[in-house]
């Protein structure tokens, strides 16, 4: 059985501004496996990035716990010890900003090398970091002395992810890797993750808007809105079935080139904004978009409840379409099983 | 690390002894392949003004005559106690013994007012150095410990010397103390270096949410390092650029100073000094105290052009495909 | 009445660096008709930016166009005097830009913005009443709260929203010609469909024609007629959208759609080959050659001429 590589419960991150509290994070709770590759879904607002950020020391969390291997890592990155920040990475979205540009494509792999005392010398970093640099299909003698300026996008972000695994670390965060990348390096890019993240034995946080990506490389994927998961399920399973109107709403929405995907797709398109993070809606976070909203919607929050095997939803019609039946509070245990009706919200759908 | 990862045990030593043969190679190449395209374009870009060309010029000109000016000068001697009656007051452009005149001592303008250019390109040198090392780390933490104590502490610090005028400063210094070119540069670099303090900060203040420093951060690297080794070099522009035109200022406060007589003492040929000895010769005797003004001139247009041709030249630039 | 609106001819344009003259377009050739929408896909640095500023004589100035044609209603553009580019400005064609941020005054309101937009460009600029006006637009965009928007600054507004307001300035009196480069890619996936089916709409109502630029291939599949496909700085392939999707030819094209991850699965491709031609010294002949998986010696002698593979379809291949 895989071990719990990451811990999160309850975990809030509130950000204090002039106009008002922006409620990046409000209150969400998973595990990252050992050697899995976790996606994190969501438009802009969702708080996904931000989620990242916490995890890797960043920004300190308001409230809630994160634990790496049973390690509390509910801290600022500099409070963190030397061990754990050897054993965690990041890579960032923008290519460019995450190179210093006045080094050499050598100081930037070697750092964390040198920084956990891993090379002696710069000889010796140099050889270590020609093997990263030839992991990531970088010809190491072209690139090794050549500054981020002179590199296209795609070979700005394979740089970023070698000082990422420089120092074979179990756990890699990636915000949007490959949206600032054109669709063919990005496809190259992937498959150098993919390839890394098998042979390493990795587990990746794998942050992106980008549904398409999500389905060919996450093994769970958590949809995120507003700072609350909406559904979390397998990648299968959430692709194929998935069962809060948002997932539907986004997959919906999705840019399809083929005739398969577009009879996967469901047929529902949202409607309106995404409102402020500041001003939050009551009750439902989608509420002002649902095609399906009801009163309840409005006034209660619906909790992430386990309704199949693995399968959480955060959503009332799908907890219970008879709540004459059942007392709204016992429908938010968590450890209870709910039958739900799927043929009741395609009809109400129509 | 990456050798674990090898799963060929036996092919793995010959990859090994590869590996080290290319890096050998690498390292002999590298002296070259990235500063000569980095040259390259800051020098195309500082180019494209041909004042820049001009400034550089002038530059190169005026730090020659500084360190050399005493092998190459007519009359070496003239800088210092010479009197020469008989030939004082000789105008310019007549006697190619004297192309520039004599002064009221019969010394020869040409060779003071070269000889003059050591003492004001020292006084650069000399407050710069001072100057921009102290500044620029002044100014390097508290950017870096932006809206902490640290940052309060250190700015509002530098704040309460720039908040007095450089001149008033430099002369109450030199009026209490001895009027000494010393005690002149000590002024001078008192006030002076909370500019670069101020650069740096502003530098480092807005680089410090940058992705890059943030990936150093969550690394593990330490906060020395990250403020000496990744943020300090992306601040060399905007410094070397004020560097520049500040060795200009420098020089012509240096020059007031000396004007008001608390720098440089006569007989010393510096320049400020000079103008201040011809003054009472303008009226008809107007090139004892003109050509070393002119010579201040000259210098701080050289190094004022020089600035703006470095400050084209670390320009990030625009234009695409 | 000339038939096609645009009708771009053999056209050559580099920029100036300090390596040199770069040659970034190269004999390329692009029509667009009345009331139709293309599409031009193509990766970074292929030349689309480049040409959609040629057709508005916006290019920088270390820009050379070394020759060719950029004929607009019959007129070439390249050698129109600076009255008649105003007037094309401001009634014929209307470009939504890739950054909204670089494109709208930071020191204005956006109501002030609009009003010059709309007293400009529209027939009865004078008279309008330039809220109301603007209040329309900025609904039909899907702007949640038009009023604050109307009167709050560039930087007070969201990524996505200041992208609206482009958009908004470039439907405020829609032109004969829309040129959108890359108009919603900062905009969420929910969002994005909305304003593409809007200006879809007003296309359609007006009658107008509209160069799509993109490289969500799934986006402009969806409102796009006729596709060209860019590389290196010209046209390697075009063709009605349905037959560039179900048979695409050259190997550039398949590249580009293989690689598009699918939301039914199957991993990613291996994507294609190599890197972006330095237009210094650009590849001889057709300039994929060194990417492409069917090169073979002619391929590096002369640039493939386009040939027709089926009816409205062109392909510029010598492996065809």
């Known amino acids: 059985m895989a071990e719990n590589l990451i811990e999160v419960k309850n975990l809030k991150k509130y950000f204090e501004m002039e106009a008002g509290t922006v409620k990046a994070i409000d209150d969400i709770t998973f595990t990252i496996k050992e050697n899995e590759v976790f996606g994190l879904v969501g438009e802009s607002g969702s708080g996904k990035s931000t989620t990242g950020k916490v995890l890797m020391g960043i920004h300190p969390p308001t409230e809630g716990e994160i634990s790496f291997r049973e390690h509390d890592i509910s801290t600022p990155s500099a409070k963190r010890s030397k061990a754990i920040k050897r054993d965690m990475n990041m890579v960032f979205q923008d290519p460019g900003g995450s190179l210093n540009p006045t080094k050499t494509v050598l100081d930037i792999v070697g750092l964390p090398l040198r920084i956990h005392d891993m090379v002696d010398g710069k000889k010796e970093m140099a050889k270590e970091v020609y093997q990263l640099l030839e992991t990531v299909d970088l010809d190491p003698e072209r690139f090794m002395y050549r500054r981020p300026n002179d590199l296209g996008q795609g070979e700005k972000q394979a740089v970023a992810i070698a000082r990422a695994i420089a120092t074979d670390p179990s756990f890699v965060v990636l915000d949007e890797p490959t949206s600032a990348l054109d669709v063919s390096i990005q496809a190259k890019i992937m498959n150098i993750l993919i390839d890394l993240q098998d042979e390493y034995n990795m587990s990746y946080l794998f942050i992106t808007h980008d549904l398409g990506l999500m389905r060919n490389i996450a093994d769970r994927v958590a949809i995120m809105y507003l700072g609350r998961f909406f559904e979390v399920a397998d990648s299968q399973v959430f692709f194929e079935t998935p069962l809060h109107p948002y997932t539907k709403v986004l997959l919906g929405s999705f840019p399809t080139t083929t005739e398969e995907e577009e009879k996967l797709k469901p047929d529902l398109k949202a409607r309106g904004e995404i409102p402020s993070a500041m001003d939050l809606p009551s009750g439902c976070k989608f509420h002002t978009r649902c095609p399906f909203k009801e009163e309840r919607c409005i006034e209660k929050e619906p909790k992430l409840v386990e309704v199949q095997d693995d399968h959480f939803v955060a959503c009332h019609l799908v907890h219970g379409v008879d709540d004459v039946e059942y007392d709204v509070e016992e429908v938010e245990q968590e450890e209870r099983e709910f039958e739900y009706d799927v043929k009741g919200i395609e009809m109400r759908s129509g | ?321 | ?320």
């Open chain 2, 1 to 321: 690390m990456a050798e674990e990862h090898n799963e060929d045990k036996e092919g793995f030593e010959e990859d090994e002894e590869k590996v080290e043969e290319k890096v050998e190679e690498i390292f002999e190449e590298r002296e070259e392949s990235p500063w000569k395209d980095a040259l390259k374009r800051r020098w195309y870009r500082f180019s494209r003004n041909p004042l820049s060309l001009v400034g550089l010029a002038i530059t190169i000109i005026s730090i020659f005559l500084a360190v050399f000016g005493e092998y190459i000068v007519p009359y070496p001697e003239h800088g210092g106690h010479f009197r020469n009656y008989p030939d004082r007051f000789i105008e310019p452009f007549t006697n190619w013994s004297y192309p520039l005149g004599t002064d009221n001592y019969g010394r020869d303008v040409l060779t003071r007012t070269i000889l003059g250019f050591r003492y004001s390109i020292r006084m650069a040198f000399v407050v710069l150095s001072l100057v921009v090392p102290s500044g620029v780390v002044v100014g390097l933490v508290a950017g870096y410990h932006k809206d902490t104590w640290v940052d309060t502490l250190l700015m509002r610090i530098s704040d309460i010397f720039i908040a007095v005028p450089p001149l008033v400063l430099a002369l109450s210094i030199t009026a209490m103390l001895e009027p000494e070119p010393f005690y002149a540069m000590m002024a001078i670099s008192l006030m002076w270096w909370p500019w670069y303090a101020r650069i740096a900060y502003n530098n480092v203040s807005s680089l410090v949410n940058e992705e890059f420093v943030k990936s150093a951060e969550i690394m593990g690297d330490s906060k020395l390092h990250i403020m000496f080794s990744e943020l300090l070099p992306n601040c060399t522009g905007p410094i070397l650029t004020k560097m520049t035109l500040d060795a200009g200022w420098v020089i012509i406060i240096g020059a007031s100073l000396s004007f008001v007589g608390l720098g440089a003492q006569p007989p010393t040929p510096d320049l400020g000094t000079m103008v201040a000895g011809g003054s009472d010769y303008l009226a008809h005797q107007w090139w004892v105290s003109i050509f070393p003004a002119m010579a201040i001139s000259f210098i701080i247009l050289g190094f004022n052009l020089l600035g703006d041709g470095i400050q084209d030249a670390f320009e990030e630039s625009g234009g695409g495909s």
């Open chain 3, 1 to 320: 009445m000339p038939e096609k609106l645009l009708d771009i001819k053999d056209l050559n344009v580099g920029y100036k660096t300090y390596r040199g003259v770069t040659s970034v377009l190269y004999d390329l050739n692009l029509e667009v008709n009345r009331n139709e929408t293309v599409g031009v896909i193509g990766e970074s640095g292929c030349g689309k930016t480049t040409t959609m500023k040629t057709i508005n004589q916006i290019l920088a100035d270390n820009a050379v166009i070394k020759s060719g044609e950029v004929n607009f209603r019959g007129n070439d553009v390249l050698k129109m005097n600076k009255k008649d580019l105003v007037k094309l400005r401001r009634r014929y064609v209307s470009m939504i830009p890739q950054d909204p941020t670089a494109s709208l005054n930071p020191l204005f309101k956006v109501k002030t913005q609009m009003k010059d937009i709309l007293k400009y460009s529209r027939e009865d600029g004078e008279d309008l009443d330039f809220k109301e006006e603007t209040i329309k637009l900025f609904n039909s965009v899907a702007l949640a709260d038009p009023e604050r928007v109307y009167d709050s600054y560039p930087f007070q507004l969201s990524g996505g929203m200041r992208q609206r307001v482009c958009i908004a300035m470039s439907l405020a009196a829609p032109k004969a010609l829309l040129i959108a480069d890359e108009p919603t890619t900062n905009l969420d996936v929910t969002i994005q469909n909305q304003v593409l089916r809007l200006i879809g709409r007003i296309l359609d109502e007006m009658n107008f024609s509209a160069i799509l630029v993109s490289q969500a291939l799934g986006l402009v599949k969806k409102f796009v007629d006729r596709i060209y496909v860019f590389y290196g700085g010209t046209v390697v392939e075009t063709a009605i959208t349905e037959k560039i999707f179900n048979n695409p030819i050259h190997p550039y094209t398949r590249g580009l759609i293989e690689s598009t991850p699918k939301l039914t699965g199957g991993g990613f491709s291996e994507g294609i080959a190599g890197q972006t031609p330095d237009y210094i010294e650009p590849p001889s002949g057709c300039r994929f050659h060194p990417r492409c998986p069917n090169q073979s010696e002619e391929c590096k002698t002369a640039k493939p001429e386009m040939v027709e593979i089926e009816k409205d379809h062109y392909v510029a291949c010598w492996r065809q």
